[in-house]
């Protein structure tokens, strides 16, 4: 008598689903790799590869030693010692988060700009005869440098203080009686311990770096995303496109390899919380010194951007008539629930099928599919359509009218770029599973289904909230995809906002920017505790 | 005749390296319980998983109530067997509390009709107080005895149990074991129990399998494993006596060069071909050679060892072989270490385990 065998047969479905998702989520690296085996050198030669290599390296090193420098030290001050506002700052510091550098920008160059809001605020509070004179006058590239600092640092903030507040008291006492001060107790033992953290936040930082381009693209510096989106949107290269996003991707995985070897080393280097560091109370000059650092970093990150917004779009009400705020609010709204709901539903099917399925296969091509993260918006947006392009020509039918330029598109993009986001942390949440609970629910009689129906998804229920909230901010802040997939008069904050900043109205952009941090914000807030869930 | 649950020429592995080859054992009807015996890392373990059908088999066949269930090409999917296995870590649901967790295995399909309601388990595993506790808030003794109700209530057919009682403490321990053994019985519900203490084993099981360096080396009653241990292996295991060099006199009489004749019945066929006139190894256990201050026998003690009930001498000849004896503690006297110690002659041993010098 023959009976079924459980690896091979009733699990077929479970298998093709996950292969197919996994594969589907590898098709931007795939296309690109394809596309970009012919070159157009002319263009290249033209442009200046040079040139925009350069620039791309400028700001990533300014932006790695800023994020790195903000980052750290507040996330030290504020786990080590104890200062008038440290409790609020502990949680402040991560509303950075709301705000998408490419505004953080339209904010700086309205402030800093001839007879801008800096020459205002000088000349009538301090009276100054020529303010303009007293402004320094910041070049494209340090506007980006400052843009993508002061909107960046959270990753690595969040990041070192989890690693501090993981960190044994013995360590620190262990200075102590070996005579350290306190700067030696920070550069000898404290940030040698968080270095895996803090290299996971410098890559996190490297990756949003290299794949931004509403930022770049608002100061007219020549960056490789840039350059990406002209070869294809004004030259209509896409070869060159396709070849420059390969260089691109090749130069971001270096960063996305550097993260994952951290994290694997971040497990050795967290220490079992033995003793928990007692908090040193600052009196004085260093308890100032301390309260003006974190309320600057707090005030220019988050303060200044949003309160300009706030201030513009109530001093020129004019712009609202241009905008159709019930609509745009309804197009956010719609993306991101669409997205979440096939982000979220794929990346349970494959993180449940990797777990009950044990294929070493699915395994690997599940991990190369969540490189969507490191993969910058603009090449993803290219890749899509280079693909459709191509499976278009190669079946003889008309893709690009279901694909191009349409709802699908704009989802089927957004899924490639976050998909990593929810696969990660479902992941992560399966991890804290012991496997042996599976087992047991499946000698109790429990198939596959009811195993993750009663037992899986009541206990992961409460962090897919989070995840949801994690993608619902980045599609909110999200720019390039929708700027190139969109359909046509389709606009989201984001979009709106860029194309009034776009053509120099940057009064007319605080409405939709404004409403795109208020959105952003309030999804942080609602989700502050899943924020600090590591601490515990 | 089938037996109830068969295991045939099984080879069972977790990893490439890792085998246990060509396993035989058996539970011949509803209700018997078998101990799986062995240092840890032997792959005791695996043996369940695989059983439960967690695991493939790699060779050989397992079957249940007259079907199989395992076999190179055949694998029943562990929720459609009926058995059950409590595991040795935390396997309990972190988000149901330990009722909950209990009643759990009442819902699984196809079982029989428990003898026990959940509040009657309750009780037996002492588990009242903390019914509705969630598993984060009970110890890892409480977990156990959670995950152990919750295998006995889905009433099986087979219950499998890892090291059941590693976490629970010595006197509740006792308790729980008589209790466990109490239910199988009234419920008919076989179990193999995995275990590395032999006298749990020896206490639960109806029959007892040694698992020492990938085979199975001895299956049989725990009366003859304690008495008659199949091979040096077994004896090492078990750390019962010690061996020592005597010659084979007759089918009830062998010699040593100090102890001179013991007499005895040979209780098992360890030796083949059965040669009088042959140099063997004797195993002398604590409780076979007998205390005597008035004997002129006499060895030298090397050490003592308080038993609480007893004391265990270990005494030495002049060859140096070591030999425990074993003597109640409500002896009149202490005997000091290098003090001369008497042994009663003549010597009888109940029954003579030897086995082949090389």
């Known amino acids: ?536 | 005749m089938k037996k109830f649950f068969e295991v045939n020429d099984a080879t069972f592995s977790s990893n490439k390296e890792h085998n246990i080859r060509k396993i035989n054992f058996n539970i011949s009807k509803r209700g018997e319980i078998i101990c799986l015996l062995g240092p840890s890392g032997v792959g005791k373990t695996t043996i369940l998983r695989t059983i439960a059908g967690l695991e493939r088999l790699k060779s050989g066949e397992i079957w249940l109530s007259g079907q199989l269930i395992s076999s190179t090409n055949v694998s029943i999917n562990p929720e459609k067997r009926k058995i059950a296995l409590s595991f040795q870590d935390n396997c309990l649901f972190p988000h149901k509390n330990v009722l909950e967790n209990i009643t759990v295995g009442l819902q699984k399909e196809n079982t029989r009709n428990f003898l026990y309601s959940p509040n009657e388990i309750l009780k037996i595993f002492q588990l009242e107080k903390i019914k509705n506790k969630f598993p984060h808030e009970v110890s890892s003794g409480e977990a156990q005895r959670v995950s152990l109700a919750r295998s006995l209530i889905s009433s099986p057919d087979l219950l499998l149990l890892d090291e059941p009682f590693s976490n629970i403490d010595p006197i509740l321990k006792e308790e729980l074991q008589k209790s466990i053994k109490d239910i199988l019985k009234k419920t008919g519900t076989s179990a193999i129990i995995v275990t590395h203490d032999p006298n749990e084993a020896f206490y639960l099981a109806d029959k007892c399998g040694i698992i020492i360096n990938n085979s199975l080396e001895q299956f049989d009653t725990p009366y003859n494993i304690y008495h008659f241990p199949g091979t040096l292996n077994v004896v090492n295991f078990l750390k019962r006596g010690t061996l020592v060099n005597v010659r084979i006199l007759s089918k009830t009489q062998l010699k040593h060069h100090y102890l001179g004749i013991i007499n005895g019945k040979f209780g098992c066929s360890n030796l083949n071909p059965f040669n009088v006139g042959n140099s063997v190894k004797l195993l002398i256990q604590p409780e076979d050679l007998h205390h005597d201050d008035n004997s002129k026998l006499k060895l030298k003690i090397i050490d003592r060892k308080f038993r609480g009930t007893n004391f265990i001498y270990t005494l030495t000849t002049p060859k140096k072989e070591l030999i425990p004896v074993l003597v109640e503690s409500h002896h009149q006297h202490f005997h000091e270490k290098n003090e001369e110690f008497g042994i009663k002659t003549p010597i009888n041993i109940d029954h003579l385990v030897c086995f082949e010098k090389n």
Request: proline fraction near 3%; include cysteine.
């Open chain 1, 1 to 536: 008598m023959k009976y079924p065998n459980h690896f091979l047969d009733t699990n077929k479905t479970l298998y093709a689903f996950v292969f197919v998702i996994a594969i589907f989520s590898i098709i931007p690296l795939f296309s690109i790799i394809i596309n970009s085996t012919t070159l157009n050198y002319s263009y290249i030669e033209s442009s200046g590869l040079f040139e925009f290599f350069k620039n791309s390296l400028i700001i990533l090193f300014w932006v790695i030693i800023l994020t790195s420098f903000f980052g750290v030290f507040s996330a030290y001050l504020i786990t080590f010692y104890n200062f008038p506002g440290v409790s609020f700052f502990r949680y402040a510091l991560i509303l950075s988060f709301a705000i998408p550098p490419y505004i953080f920008g339209y904010s700086l160059s309205a402030f800093f700009e001839n007879y801008g809001i800096g020459y205002s605020f000088f000349t009538n509070f301090f009276k100054l005869d020529d303010a303009n004179s007293f402004l320094p006058n910041l070049t494209p590239i340090t506007n980006c440098i400052l843009s993508l600092s002061f909107t960046l640092y959270g990753y690595i903030y969040l990041l070192s203080k989890t690693s501090f507040l993981n960190q044994s008291g013995n360590l620190v006492d262990l200075g102590k009686s070996l005579g350290f001060n306190s700067f030696k107790k920070f550069t000898n033992i404290i940030i040698p311990s968080a270095r895996p953290a803090i290299f996971i936040g410098i890559s996190l930082v490297s990756m949003e770096t290299l794949a931004d381009f509403g930022t770049v693209s608002y100061f007219g510096v020549s960056t490789f995303t840039t350059e990406i989106y002209n070869s294809w949107f004004i030259f209509d290269d896409l070869k060159t496109s396709n070849f420059l996003s390969l260089f691109l991707l090749i130069f971001v995985l270096i960063f996305f390899i550097i993260e994952k070897i951290s994290r694997k080393n971040s497990k050795f280097h967290k220490l079992k919380n033995d003793s928990k560091n007692k908090r040193l109370q600052l009196n004085g000059f260093s308890a100032l010194a301390a309260f003006l650092f974190c309320f600057s970093l707090f005030f220019i990150s988050f303060i200044f951007p949003f309160s300009q917004m706030i201030f513009w779009s109530y001093k020129f009400p004019e712009y609202y008539k241009n905008l159709n705020l019930i609509r745009l609010n309804l197009n956010t709204f719609t993306l991101i629930l669409f997205t979440s709901f096939f982000i979220i539903i794929f990346s349970f099917i494959v993180n449940f099928g990797n777990r009950a399925l044990k294929s070493k296969f699915l395994n690997l091509i599940s991990t190369l599919s969540i490189s969507g993260y490191a993969i910058p918006g603009i090449i993803i947006s290219v890749s899509i359509i280079s693909f459709i392009s191509l499976m278009s020509n190669l079946f003889d039918v008309n893709l690009k009218s279901i694909f191009i330029g349409t709802f699908y598109g704009l989802i089927i993009g957004y899924f490639f770029r976050f998909y990593s986001i929810s696969y990660n942390s479902i992941k992560s949440d399966y991890l804290k599973i012991n496997y042996s609970i599976d087992e047991s629910a499946y000698l109790l009689g429990f198939n596959k289904f009811k195993t993750f129906s009663e037992i899986h998804w009541p206990i992961m229920k409460k962090n897919t909230f989070f995840i949801f909230v994690l993608i619902s901010i980045e599609i909110t802040k999200e720019l390039p995809i929708t700027l190139i997939l969109r359909p046509f008069n389709f606009d989201t904050f984001s979009t709106k906002a860029y194309h009034f900043a776009s053509q120099d109205l940057i009064e007319a952009a605080s409405i939709p920017s404004m409403f795109l941090i208020f959105w952003a914000s309030i999804l942080i807030l609602i989700s502050f505790k899943s924020f600090f869930d590591d601490e515990k």
